[in-house]
């Protein structure tokens, strides 16, 4: 069980010794408790404080290290005859975080008692609230007995009980108790859901709750009985022990059963357990480790399954696991592992991972010190893609048999002081060596050197300039470039200068409702053109390209080493952005570049040849808190005619809202981008029925192969209300992958608050 559900089974109240620990699922009382009999804590008088007076004859003798008790009360009636004393009207006893209020305290010295009766309210420092017909505290306020008791908990979840005891050992006994966190609703007597039992047990020295005779009632009607029920008191963090199971289906495993099983072995190191027990498969075993150290933590999780489906491997698994260890407070060091048999594993067990075409997996040492960075690493990638498959079946096996390790992979960065004028060096050092199992191999040290100025002009002209040297050394072993005959093994040294100057122009417009700030934008790019030898480089980190808004202003455009941003351009641009209290916010961003030379290896790979490239930009709106809207674009150059659109917009309120949202992406010859031309609407409408109930449904739609319609659609239908959470799931996927079944999926999940829940 979770520490969400534990700590709310238990309700700790103290009076020195005295600590009316509560557990919650337990039994009716002789009269069920009906709508107002709880008194919300809003309409308790504050405690207002009281000055301690000197209760040696009053109270019990204490030791030195008890602490102290103060008293409040309008009139105290000592009968010396039969030791005992009275303290009447607005009584006051505040000790250590709780405070008692009672109409009449009676303290009988001789039999070491004390006696609370009359609107006895006891408030804890943490909220709880208890109120009692009576109280009485005995044998040096070690046991306590306390009769007819009503309390509202700090979450304004409630409990009744007919009568509460505590021993001497800590140990407490309820019985006939009432436990629910739902509110009464007006005309009913009985709350949404509730939990009762015949007798509630709390053992101190074990930190078990137990549960005699409980039942689930919903609505007043029962729905489960379980005669003995046991969870760790909400002191526990952590003890081995069954969780809630999950119940699912899916069309690859059938109906299934998930049993949960954790294991403490200590309080750094935990299992847990999970083997799927399926209608159409084996038992799917699965399981996570984690052990935590002073300095870091590893974290591994895994299946496996023999699966029996001819058209599949024989032994089917996957791991994921990831570690790191702070050294020192300079070195870190990091691992992450991921492993899959095979490429459809994964989907078909609905195993989270990032869905890319590569399963990624790496190591990495890092150091950090102010103005320093260094980092080492390995890389080793598996192929999971079906769409390149699909799109291009010789592409993706020459890929899968030719998967690359990368390592070392090693970096550093260092960013100097600042000099009188403003300006700092920044010095990079990146060196990779790539293996293919039957390709080229490359290994690869490079260099770059900048030189930054920025500066701002007395008229409020912004400048950044700057002027860097890239130098690399390449070793090639077995390189044949497209369109190349022969092989190409060598050594290739490359450099590459580059002088950037960015200028920006605020002008700032200021009303009383709106603030506006338009900037114009250029930035000079001075570069040699050509120099990347693609004939006797291979392109290994720089493949894909794209341009837009955010990056059509940078020195360089690649996101890697292997390809130089060649020859010298010009970009040019505007901001836009209104703040304000009529429009909201609103911004918009457009910008273009002009080439001196048609032939850049840039603007060649996203299919833009000429001087000048496409536009891009970026418009974004929130007018009001009703609408929402944001729009990434590239237009042809010459015809306007999009080539990327991207847009995502929401529109209504709680009630009822509306999100969309699109993108359009051309075919680009030049990418390994394993999709060609997409398109593709994403809709989803949410509409509240009543206060607790609502529903959406959504859509998402292929738009560019209308064979395929739609990729996947389904809907919600959701109730939740303060203690009560149900969800039921409809949702059917295309896959565009044969290996996979189509179909419908059906999940539902339902809660209680504080007790956890259970579903798909």
């Excluded at 005699?212 to 007043?220: I, M, P, R, T, V």
């Excluded at 379980?226 to 969870?231: K, M, R, V």
């Excluded at 500066?455 to 040297?469: D, H, K, M, N, V």
């Excluded at 609408?627 to 009630?655: C, H, N, P, T, W």
Aim: some cysteine; overall charge negative.
């Amino acid at each position: 069980m979770s520490s969400s559900v534990k700590k709310i089974f238990m309700l700790g109240l103290s009076l020195g010794a005295l600590n009316v620990g509560a557990a919650f699922a337990v039994d009716e009382p002789e009269k069920t408790p009906v709508a107002g009999e709880v008194l919300k804590k809003e309409t308790v008088k504050p405690f207002t404080k009281v000055e301690p007076l000197n209760l040696t004859d009053l109270a019990p003798q204490k030791s030195d290290n008890e602490p102290n008790i103060y008293f409040n009360a309008d009139e105290l009636i000592n009968d010396d005859k039969n030791k005992v004393i009275q303290a009447i009207g607005d009584v006051v006893v505040k000790r250590e975080g709780l405070t008692l209020y009672a109409d009449k305290l009676i303290y009988r010295q001789s039999a070491d008692s004390i006696e609370a009766v009359g609107n006895v309210r006891l408030e804890e420092q943490n909220g709880n609230v208890v109120y009692a017909d009576n109280v009485e505290l005995s044998n040096k306020m070690t046991r306590a007995e306390m009769n007819k008791i009503k309390a509202v908990l700090q979450d304004e979840s409630k409990l009744w009980a007919e009568h509460f005891h505590k021993k001497e050992n800590n140990n407490k006994v309820m019985r006939k108790a009432v436990y629910t966190p739902c509110d009464f609703c007006e005309g009913t007597e009985n709350p949404l859901w509730q939990i009762k039992a015949r007798k509630v047990t709390h053992d101190a020295e074990a930190k078990d709750i137990n549960y005699n005779d409980a039942l689930l009632e919903f609505k007043g009607v029962p729905v489960f009985y379980t005669p003995f029920f046991s969870h760790p008191d909400p002191t526990v963090k952590r003890r081995s022990g069954f969780l809630v199971p999950n119940i699912g289906s899916s069309n690859y495993l059938g109906g299934t059963l998930q049993v949960n099983y954790f294991w403490n072995i200590n309080s750094s190191t935990d299992i847990l357990f999970t083997p799927i027990f399926t209608t159409y498969k084996d038992v799917v075993w699965g399981g996570q480790y984690r052990q935590y150290f002073n300095k870091g933590y590893v974290d591994m999780s895994g299946s496996y399954l023999r699966d029996n489906n001819d058209a599949r491997p024989e032994n089917r698994g996957n791991l994921f696991a990831y570690g790191r260890y702070e050294i020192n407070d300079y070195w870190v060091a990091d691992a992450n592992l991921n492993y899959t048999s095979d490429t459809l594993y994964l989907k078909e067990l609905d195993l989270e991972h990032d869905d890319d075409a590569w399963l990624m997996s790496n190591v990495r040492l890092q150091y950090f010190d102010n103005r320093d960075y260094a980092a080492i690493e390995a890389y080793y990638y598996k192929l999971i893609s079906y769409d390149l498959r699909r799109s291009n079946n010789y592409e993706y096996e020459r890929r899968k048999y030719n998967r690359p390790f990368v390592a070392p992979v090693a970096d550093y960065e260092n960013i100097s002081d600042v000099n009188s004028l403003g300006a700092y060096w920044k010095n990079n050092f990146s060196m990779a060596s790539v293996y293919h199992e039957e390709d080229a191999q490359t290994q690869r040290m490079s260099m770059i050197n900048a030189w930054v100025l920025p500066w701002t002009s007395s008229f409020g002209e912004r400048y950044r300039i700057q002027a860097s040297l890239k130098s690399d050394l390449y070793y090639v072993d077995k390189y044949q470039a497209a369109n190349q005959d022969n092989d190409f093994s060598g050594e290739v040294i490359r450099t590459f200068p580059q002088v950037g100057v960015e200028w920006r122009l605020p002008f700032v417009k200021a009303t009383e409702n709106t603030r506006q700030i338009l900037e114009p934008i250029v930035v000079g790019v001075l570069a040699p053109n050509g120099g990347n030898m693609p004939e006797k480089i291979p392109n290994e980190d720089s493949e894909d390209v794209e341009l837009d808004d955010t990056n059509i202003l940078s020195l360089d455009r690649y996101s890697g080493y292997d390809r130089n941003d060649t020859g010298s351009r010009v970009s040019y641009g505007f901001n836009w952005s209104s703040y304000g209290n009529i429009m909201g916010r609103t911004s918009a961003f457009i910008a273009q570049s002009y080439q001196f030379s048609n032939h850049s290896s840039f603007t060649g790979n996203i299919d833009n040849e000429g001087h000048f490239t496409d536009y891009v930009g970026r418009i974004y709106a929130a007018p009001s808190q009703y609408l929402d809207l944001d729009y990434r674009f590239r237009l042809g150059k010459d015809d306007l005619k999009i080539q990327y659109s991207e847009l995502g917009a929401r529109v209504g309120s709680s009630m009822l809202s509306l999100y969309a949202s699109y993108i359009f992406l051309q075919e680009n010859q030049n990418s390994s981008e394993y999709f060609k031309e997409r398109k593709e609407l994403y809709t989803s409408i949410k509409a509240a029925l009543t206060r607790d109930w609502s529903v959406s449904v959504y859509n998402r739609q292929d738009l560019a192969d209308s064979r395929r319609g739609s990729l996947e659609h389904g809907g919600n239908l959701i109730y939740e209300d303060e203690c009560f959470m149900f969800i039921t799931t409809v949702k059917r996927s295309n896959s565009n992958n044969p290996e996979l079944d189509d179909g419908y999926e059906f999940n539902f999940t339902f809660y209680l608050k504080t007790l956890g829940g259970l579903g798909a």
